[in-house]
Nanobody, 124 residues
Framework: QVQLVESGGGLVQAGGSLRLSCAAS????????MGWFRQAPGKEREFVAA????????NIAESVKGRFTISRDNAKNMVYLQMNSLKPEDTAIYYC?????????????????WGQGTQVTVSS
């Protein structure tokens, strides 16, 4: 089983940038599709981005396309979410998640491993 720990959240002004990191443990990591999701108060968990096991394929939500980038370093067991041009509506708890397979990678129900989340707050 893969265990995930997020870091890098914080408070930032609108227009600023943050880089979230997700540290993974477990040998299955290198075979996993990795995703980032977010959940704002009173809202459902929302897909943000996913990367295939090799990093060659990515899927980015329309709401963050052009501003957010997902990447991974399999040698370090790390996944990253670079967030630029942040908006107040990006405020949420951000979760790192992992699973086998690539299909339906935006569906949180397909993910079997989850981190505890990291808070991102964007002030206007």
């Amino acid at each position: 089983q893969v265990q995930l720990v997020e870091s890098g959240g914080g408070l930032v002004q609108a227009g600023g940038s943050l880089r979230l990191s997700c540290a993974a443990s477990g040998r299955s990591f290198i075979t996993y599709t990795m995703g980032w999701f977010r959940q704002a108060p009173g809202k459902e968990r929302e897909f943000v981005a996913a990367t295939s096991w090799s990093g060659r394929d990515t899927n980015i939500a329309e709401s963050v396309k052009g501003r957010f980038t997902i990447s991974r370093d399999n040698a370090k067991n790390m996944v990253y979410l670079q967030m630029n041009s942040l908006k107040p509506e990006d405020t949420a708890i951000y979760y790192c998640a992992g699973r086998s397979g690539w299909l339906e990678n935006s569906d949180p129900g397909q993910y079997t491993a989850w981190g505890q989340g990291t808070q991102v707050t964007v002030s206007s």
